[in-house]
Nanobody, 128 residues
């Protein structure tokens, strides 16, 4: 059974930084595509960043240049380094994983595709 546990959330002021972590168990980690998503109160969940098996990364426009996704397969851990945080980054952040062939570079944000495995989330609050 795939289990994902996020950590590293907190409260920071605008312009600050946080690093989120997501540790996995129950998976052959290197085979999995991984992603970070977020959901703000009253809004739909949105993708933030994803990283494939080969290490290729993909970001949504709103975080490009500010956020960096990375993975350490030896530690089964996914990271999201968030710099220059803005109040609009305030949300619950979730990590997600997919070990199937449905997950591949360029497919992460396409309609009809969804990561099957999710963590419980970690809260990020950015004050102005």
């Amino acid at each position: 059974q795939v289990q994902l546990v996020e950590s590293g959330g907190g409260s920071v002021q605008s312009g600050g930084s946080l690093r989120l972590s997501c540790t996995a168990s129950g998976v052959t980690y290197s085979y999995y595509c991984l992603g970070w998503f977020r959901q703000a109160p009253g809004k739909e969940r949105e993708g933030v960043a994803a990283i494939g098996r080969s290490g290729n990364t993909d970001y949504v426009d709103s975080v490009k240049g500010r956020f960096t996704i990375s993975r350490d397969n030896s530690k089964r851990t996914l990271y999201l380094q968030m710099n220059s945080l803005k109040p609009e980054d305030t949300a619950m952040y979730y990590c997600a994983a997919d070990g199937s062939t449905d997950c591949y570079d360029g497919n992460y944000w396409k309609p009809g595709y969804e990561f099957p495995h999710w963590g419980q989330g970690t809260q990020v609050t950015v004050s102005s």
